[in-house]
């Protein structure tokens, strides 16, 4: 950017007003050279690519520079360079202030898509929500987390013939969490921070309530405690905040924020029960740790447990004890601190039996060792008490831009191999039970829940890398377990993709369904054959959703696809305008009275970004 001294500036606003405010623009593009393009430029692992980030709007690249993972690059930016930036990186068009609007009860704008009106398309029968008949509630379906869903609605043999019956415009451009359905209502988050109730249906919109930051985690419905009926719907935001709200009308009943520090979020989705809510805290202080200059890393990853009709904390655990302290300095002199990490972003599992939760826990960011990163931790339900660590893989010490050469890299770097699917609990046929655990590394651990989870079996299914492996979730009925596999070709000859049956007894392989080579609607850029989504079961049926925008099914017993169905199109919104679907990611389908919902369009790193909620049943009828 070209600078001016006073005597220059005063004489250029003399002679030419118009000329004076063109030079003193920010440069957009130098302030890309300088603060983005060595990641971006050269994306590895979790850092996006340029023409990732061209999808995003200006709105959504001076929000991530402001308030989310990025403020720490965007340090020392004035808001003239922030928004020069943005405008430089988007491809896409502002929204004009007066086509921003929000819901009912919202303390914040919700940045929509031009096209989508987020009050359109109201419900007329506002019928109060019921907890019978068949759901989906919460991550997993169950306490168990199984993502088996034994009355879905749906017979095995009409599955072929399932059609779109409506679809969903999202505001913004990104579709993430999980759709919940309960009773006659459907749940979802949103990127831009407005959840949802719609008529489960045919979409129509109950209320629309604004978070104080985007969500991404599924939400959970149940009782209020002492409110005669009251039904709350729970869930937490991408500042590590946890909430409760009316069920039947959205007006918010409590907040609880859990975690100070800055780039804290609950990605995982909350757990309720008997009266409390389980929640668990991730960050991505693992992206900002790779400024030369922050002071890198002081999170530790935490389960929180709620009262469910006050939001008072009852009880909250660090897998990580030690608090982290300064223990050296990097190269530029930058004072680094440790232990840290171990996020848990999955969604915590019930042992009612044993009166344990399970959680999954994340790499490292520094190299001060710790025992309860990359493992599998079990606490107690009443008291928050540690009763056992299961850590499988030691010393994976990372932090983003690693592989690049950051004067924040531990030594040594770890390959990044998180357990970012929530655990399972299967009962064998000799009735002793076995916690399944998926992880990074492509490996499926079974433990031994009576014996401080001792591994009894493990199997390689797939490669591992950073975004790889078992990514989101894998899923199990009685004597089965099905795993995908990711991979999108974050190292050059990585295998994407593939869904795997074992037996839950052994680990021994009963079939493996390679991806068929990716074809993407939307053209090459991001077309990759990974199955990073979380996978669902109904009876005789597996749905496994990949990064090309497929959504296939695949017969149980043999792992034959019987249904495929491209989901990185457009449709006709019901609340106006167009769903553009995209990469499936993230949060899996879920199937309740005969309908399949899941969102597309996650795209967060890879893929294809998108807005579509999207709903289908037999015939589309």
Not at 16 to 23: L, T, Y
Not at 66 to 91: C, D, P
């Amino acid at each position: 950017m070209q600078r001016y001294c006073p005597a220059q500036v005063f004489l250029l606003a003399l002679l030419c007003p118009a000329g004076i405010a063109q030079a003193q623009r920010p440069d957009g593009a130098a302030i890309y050279r300088e603060r983005c393009a060595g990641c971006h430029d050269n994306s590895l692992e979790r850092v996006p690519s340029r023409d990732a980030i061209a999808s995003l709007s200006v709105e959504e690249v001076s929000k991530t520079l402001t308030t989310g993972a990025m403020r720490q690059q965007a340090a020392g930016l004035g808001a003239s360079e922030i928004e020069a930036l943005a405008e430089f990186v988007s491809t896409r068009p502002v929204v004009p202030p007066s086509q921003r609007t929000a819901g009912p009860g919202a303390k914040a704008p919700v940045l929509v898509n031009p096209a989508v009106d987020v009050n359109a398309k109201r419900c007329v029968d506002d019928r109060p929500v019921h907890l019978r008949g068949s759901m989906w509630n919460g991550w997993g379906r169950d306490l168990v987390n199984s993502r088996y869903q034994p009355d879905p609605g749906i017979k095995a043999e009409d599955v072929p013939k399932l059609r779109v019956k409506w679809a969903f415009a999202y505001p913004g451009a990104l579709a993430e969490g999980q759709p919940t359905v309960v009773g006659d209502r459907l749940y979802v988050t949103s990127e831009s921070g407005a959840i949802f109730s719609l008529d489960a249906l045919t979409g129509c919109t109950h209320w629309v309530f604004q978070a104080d930051s985007g969500s991404r985690s599924a939400i959970v419905v149940g009782p209020l405690p002492g409110s005669h009926g009251r039904l709350a719907a729970y869930f937490g935001d991408m500042q590590g905040a946890a909430y409760a709200i009316d069920a039947s009308t959205g007006e918010r009943i409590w907040k609880t924020s859990l975690e100070q520090m800055p780039y804290a979020r609950i990605t995982g989705a909350t757990t309720l029960y008997k009266g409390r809510l389980y929640v668990p805290v991730s960050s991505e202080e693992e992206m900002t740790g790779s400024n030369v200059h922050y002071e890198c890393c002081k999170f530790r990853g935490s389960v929180a447990a709620l009262d469910a009709r006050t939001g008072k904390v009852i009880w909250r655990t660090y897998p990580i004890k030690a608090a982290p302290k300064p223990f050296k300095t990097n190269p530029v002199g930058t004072q680094m601190y440790g232990p840290a990490g171990g996020s848990i972003w999955s969604s915590p599992t019930i042992d009612e039996k044993r009166e344990l939760l399970y959680v999954g826990t994340g790499d490292s960011y520094t190299d001060v060792p710790t025992d309860a990163t990359d493992a599998i931790v079990a606490i107690a339900l009443r008291t928050g008490r540690v009763k056992w660590v299961n850590q499988v893989t030691a010393n994976d010490n990372f932090v983003v831009g690693c592989r690049a050469g950051t004067a924040n890299c531990p030594n040594p770097v770890g390959p990044d191999y998180d357990f970012g699917s929530s655990p399972i609990i299967r009962k064998l046929e000799s009735g002793k039970d076995v916690l399944l655990a998926g992880q990074k590394s492509g490996i499926l651990y079974a433990l031994n829940p009576d014996a401080r989870g001792k591994t009894l079996w493990q199997v390689q299914v797939g490669p591992g890398s950073a975004l790889g492996g078992i990514e989101w979730g894998f899923a199990a009925d009685r004597d089965t377990v099905y795993v995908p596999i990711s991979n999108p070709g974050q190292r050059p000859n990585l295998l994407a993709g593939g869904v795997s049956a074992l037996k839950i007894k052994s680990g021994e392989l009963q079939w493996h369904a390679s991806p068929p080579k990716p074809v993407c609607a939307w053209g090459t850029q991001g077309c990759v054959a990974a199955h990073s989504q979380a996978v669902t079961l109904i009876p005789g049926v597996l749905f496994s959703g990949s990064m090309d925008g497929h959504l296939r099914a695949y017969a149980s017993k043999d792992g034959v696809v019987i249904w495929d169905f491209d989901t990185g199109t457009k449709f006709e919104a019901v609340n106006g305008g167009v769903a553009a679907g995209g990469s499936l990611d993230n949060g899996g389908p879920t199937v309740a009275n005969g309908i399949l919902y899941v969102n597309s369009g996650y795209g967060r790193l890879v893929g294809r970004r998108g807005n579509a909620l999207l709903a289908f049943t037999v015939d589309g009828k």
